[in-house]
């Protein structure tokens, strides 16, 4: 299990930004993917986006052209560049990582409200 440290979150009014950022162990090198989920109330956790170790990237439709992510300079760190958001956005956002042998590792989960 790979110990994600997410920070970020809050409360912003509908169409206000948010920023969220997840740092993994600097020194583990098996991690290959990693991106951000969330959880809405009675909601099944779903993705919305990922990248990986090659810069790819993967969004979910309801966030392309609002969301980006990106990596940082430091190894298994990632940022999650969230603008013009919208009350149905509201949800616990979860760091997820993936290693080259197909392990997953999740983070704590840091809520992200916004408010009409």
């Known amino acids: 299990q790979v110990q994600l440290m997410e920070s970020g979150g809050g409360l912003v009014q509908a169409g206000g930004s948010l920023s969220l950022s997840c740092a993994g162990p600097?020194?583990?090198?098996?991690?290959?993917?990693m991106g951000w989920y969330r959880q809405a109330p009675g909601q099944q956790r779903e993705l919305v986006a990922t990248?990986?170790?090659?810069?790819?990237?993967e969004y979910a439709d309801a966030v392309k052209g609002r969301f980006t992510i990106s990596k940082t300079g430091t190894r298994n760190s990632v940022v999650l560049q969230m603008n013009s958001l919208r009350v149905e956005d509201t949800a616990v956002y979860y760091c997820k990582s993936k290693t080259y042998c197909a392990r997953d590792s999740w983070g704590q989960g840091t809520q992200g409200t916004v408010s009409s």
């Open positions: 990248i990986n170790n090659l810069g790819g990237t």
């Open positions: 600097e020194s583990d090198i098996s991690i290959f993917v």
